[in-house]
């Protein structure tokens, strides 16, 4: 299993190829790598800022993610926000808001009290080719999700589009909870490797089950099953978790996610965070 100490720093590998790229920035004494991007869902055209040199002794993160987004809102006229990746300890102010927090499992599956046994009224296994729509299903579900929570309407057509790719990636795995011959519930995995840490994971990319008195001790357990995956593969899971937007929640509900999470063995790997481009007023 890969024990990661140090989830931030990016490869020389990686920067050399972003200054090929004509991507690696100076903003004041840091480099950086941003480039615009289009949300394949929402539209929405930003910044995305992937990786940012840690702000020098004595200043912090506030500091430097409010000289980059001046940058931005300097440099690409166009852009309507700014996605900044920072290591967990970094803490932003308004309106910079977290989108998504990333974590990894680096540890036994044995923290999730719930193991699949023959005693269970449901089982856990390896999707088939037939339950590839309910997999489908979920994932545009999701998608959909994840999108409302951050305020972004979004076309179910495009969801479902977004959903059918990740179904036919290299090395894609679903597993499905199941009473009977009826399919309640999926976790779906991803190979993947950090672009800028080069650091490779086998990624959760979704679990969902529908709502029962079931649906806890299904989810422990598909999750559980996921890390047995990543386990046998010696490699870290990655999760994540989506923060909602919505002033009326104020994201108690991804805190409370996070939380638990932490307190079974996950760590914080990385954080999204978000916001407007500041534009004066002509």
């Not at 840091?30 to 480039?35: L, T």
């Not at 992937?50 to 020098?56: E, G, H, I, R, V």
């Amino acid at each position: 299993m890969t024990v990661i100490a140090q989830p931030f720093t990016a490869t020389p590998e990686y920067l050399a190829a972003a200054r090929e790229a004509g991507t690696l920035v100076r903003v004041g004494d840091r480099d950086c790598v941003m480039g615009v991007s289009t949300d394949d869902l929402t539209g929405e055209l930003s910044c995305l800022i992937q990786y940012a040199a840690p702000p020098p002794a004595g200043h912090d993160w506030a500091e430097q993610a409010a000289r980059l987004s001046g940058h931005v809102a300097a440099s690409l006229p166009d852009v309507t926000g700014v996605f900044l990746r920072t290591p967990p300890e970094a803490q932003l102010p308004a309106p910079w808001e977290r989108r998504l927090t990333y974590v990894h499992h680096d540890g036994s599956p044995d923290v999730y009290r719930h193991a699949p046994s023959s005693g269970d009224p449901f089982t856990v296994r390896t999707a088939e080719a037939g339950h590839t729509p309910a997999v489908n299903r979920w994932l545009t579900e999701a998608l959909e999700i994840a999108a409302r929570e951050q305020g972004h309407p979004v076309r179910h057509e495009a969801a479902m589009q977004q959903a059918a790719l990740v179904l036919e990636k290299p090395g894609r795995t679903s597993f499905i909870a199941t009473v009977g011959d009826e399919p309640l519930g999926h976790a779906t995995t991803l190979p993947f490797t950090d672009e800028v840490t080069g650091i490779a994971y086998l990624e959760l990319v979704d679990v969902l089950v529908a709502a029962s008195p079931k649906a806890p001790a299904m989810t422990e357990a598909l999750v559980r099953t996921c890390l047995d995956q990543a386990a046998t593969a010696a490699l870290p899971l990655l999760g994540h978790v989506v923060h909602h937007t919505a002033a009326s929640d104020r994201d108690a509900h991804g805190r409370r996610v996070l939380a638990s999470l932490l307190r079974k063995g996950w760590r914080t790997n990385h954080v999204f965070w978000h916001t407007p481009v500041p534009r004066s007023r002509g």
